[in-house]
């Protein structure tokens, strides 16, 4: 029975602060049994690592265009500055407005968050505060056992 119960303080402090630092043991293994039990209370869960991101607001919330590399290759168009751009949807709104009628929400779990400006992870603290359904889960390092902390904490402390 402790395997059921265990993750509980995690989904509770998630959803108190909306947003929280996680330092994970090097090893694995421990987020994916967290990501079950959060999963298993209701919530969706998308993974995402937050190298090549790029702007965050833009990329989350926004439409944003994206350029392929070019491989060393010439591009079709007329002039050496002309290429090809994608638009892309922004990522969380259209995950919101899939979600399943009986989710109780978005959890957005970003890796290698360490990388992650001051101003990003700002940012970050505030979007649960903008989007009720949203919760985040950043992986700010490794330590020993898997722990956690409100993000707004770790941005103190830097």
């Not at 119960?5 to 998630?14: A, E, P, R, V």
């Not at 602060?17 to 998308?46: C, D, N």
């Not at 603290?125 to 989007?131: D, H, I, R, S």
């Amino acid at each position: 029975m402790a395997l059921i119960t265990t993750g509980s303080q995690l989904i509770k402090d998630l959803e108190s602060s909306g947003a929280l630092a996680l330092y994970v043991p090097l090893e694995g293994g421990f987020e994916g049994r967290y990501q079950r039990r959060i999963r298993a209370a209701g919530y969706t869960s998308l993974n995402i690592s937050a190298k090549g991101l790029g702007d965050l607001s833009a990329y989350l919330t926004a439409v944003h265009g994206v350029r392929p590399p070019h491989l060393g290759k010439k591009s079709l168009g007329s002039g050496a500055a002309v290429g090809y751009v994608y638009y892309l949807p922004p990522l969380l709104s259209t995950q919101l407005e899939n979600l399943p009628p009986k989710s109780k929400g978005l959890l957005l779990w970003i890796i290698e968050g360490q990388i992650l400006s001051r101003q990003e992870i700002e940012y970050l603290t505030m979007l649960p505060k903008m989007e009720p359904r949203l919760k985040l889960a950043v992986e700010m390092g490794g330590d020993r056992y898997f722990r956690w902390e409100p993000l707004a904490t770790t941005l103190a402390a830097a």
